[in-house]
């Protein structure tokens, strides 16, 4: 590796399942990018729920991932593997990690890189790729959203539920999404959404009240089991439920089967880490054709709820735990 680059770094180490309090900043040794990989110098690096199930001892990395947590980063490259003709040194990137990124230097296939959005900063460029991937692999690819049908977005204030919003407005669908307080509604609305507080109404009668009970055509879940049946009422003829996590359970109680027969229903989900590098490329691709564009004109953009210092991933990950943000939640490493 180049000799500007310390055999060592700072990094989170997890000294074993456990709370918050698992995770301490330690040295540890510098990556070697692989063949296809790039090594970049990270800057900032996003915090993602399934961050907290790893801390846990409940999500372990695939193998071959780096140990460490972290799924998404932005900074520079101080390094290229042998098959990377892509990028150079010092070229900017955002990537999709498959673990490592809260530490000071990270290695990330280059085909999961993507440039930094005009006018961005680290900050913003490293709150990209978990939920911009994600959402489109699950909402565009596996739930088929077109232009002019519409869309549920359960979540609607995470990461994940602002990236939805954004995207699927920007795509021409309508978006109805839930949230549990006044100030997430009202986020909600400024990015173009319908919004639902579940805490005041059952979304579902909510949803068949605004549609007509037409319902939706595609719905983006992450609560699971509790939301199942409804969100099976709330689906349109021909529609399809999108499941991305089980926050709340998986086994579902009132499961009627024949609804799916019925009317024609597609239910279908993924989880993104475990996919092959071939897969994450298209998605890649397919995000730099369709919504860089956007991001670029400045018809997308992350929102920040709060920034901590790499030292105090602790804090931050209390802070996902609470459900209390809106937005996504970072860690300044540079």
């Known amino acids: 590796m180049p000799e500007n680059i310390p055999p060592t770094m700072r990094a989170i180490l997890i000294t074993a399942p456990g709370g918050p309090e698992a995770m301490q900043i330690a040295q540890t040794p510098t990556p070697e990018p692989k063949p296809d990989e790039v090594l970049?110098?990270?800057?900032?690096?996003?915090?993602?729920?399934?961050?907290?199930?790893?801390?846990?001892?409940?999500?372990?990395?695939p193998p071959g991932a780096s140990p460490l947590l972290g799924l998404e980063a932005a900074?520079?490259?101080?390094?290229?593997?042998?098959?990377?003709?892509?990028?150079?040194?010092?070229?900017?990137?955002?990537?999709?990690?498959?673990?490592?990124?809260?530490?000071?230097?990270v290695t990330a296939p280059a085909s999961q890189c993507l440039p930094w959005p005009a006018g961005l900063d680290a900050i913003q460029a490293a709150a990209l790729p978990e939920t911009f991937f994600t959402v489109w692999a699950n909402v565009f690819q596996l739930g088929r959203l077109q232009s002019g049908e519409s869309l549920l977005v359960h979540g609607g204030t995470s990461g994940i539920g602002i990236t939805a919003?954004?995207?699927?407005?920007?795509?021409?669908?309508?978006?109805?999404?839930?949230?549990?307080?006044?100030?997430?509604?009202?986020?909600?609305?400024?990015?173009?959404?319908?919004?639902?507080?579940?805490?005041?109404?059952?979304?579902?009668?909510?949803?068949a009240g605004i549609t007509g009970k037409k319902g939706v055509n595609v719905i983006l879940d992450m609560v699971?089991?509790?939301?199942?049946?409804?969100?099976?009422?709330?689906?349109?003829?021909?529609?399809?439920?999108?499941?991305?996590?089980?926050?709340?359970?998986?086994?579902?109680?009132?499961?009627?089967?024949?609804?799916?027969?019925?009317?024609?229903?597609?239910?279908t989900g993924s989880t993104l880490r475990p996919r092959s590098t071939a897969e994450k490329a298209a998605i890649a691709s397919a995000l730099r054709e369709n919504a860089w564009p956007l991001l670029d004109a400045g018809k997308c953009h992350p929102i920040i709820h709060k920034i901590f210092p790499l030292a105090e991933a602790a804090r931050a990950h209390e802070l996902m735990e609470s459900s209390a943000h809106i937005g996504k939640i970072m860690l300044q490493i540079a």
Request: proline share 4%; with cysteine; charged share 15%.
């Open 40 to 61: 970049i110098r990270a800057l900032a690096a996003g915090i993602n729920r399934p961050d907290v199930q790893q801390r846990k001892g409940l999500y372990p990395p």
């Open 75 to 105: 900074g520079e490259i101080a390094a290229l593997g042998t098959e990377v003709t892509q990028y150079k040194i010092g070229d900017r990137v955002t990537a999709l990690c498959n673990g490592g990124a809260y530490a000071e230097f």
């Open 165 to 207: 919003i954004q995207l699927a407005v920007a795509n021409g669908a309508t978006v109805y999404a839930t949230a549990g307080s006044a100030e997430k509604c009202a986020v909600i609305t400024r990015l173009g959404g319908i919004a639902i507080n579940y805490k005041e109404a059952d979304f579902a009668a909510e949803l």
């Open 224 to 267: 699971g089991a509790p939301y199942t049946v409804r969100n099976m009422a709330s689906l349109a003829p021909g529609g399809r439920l999108v499941q991305i996590a089980i926050m709340e359970g998986h086994l579902v109680d009132g499961f009627n089967i024949g609804t799916v027969m019925v009317k024609r229903l597609t239910i």
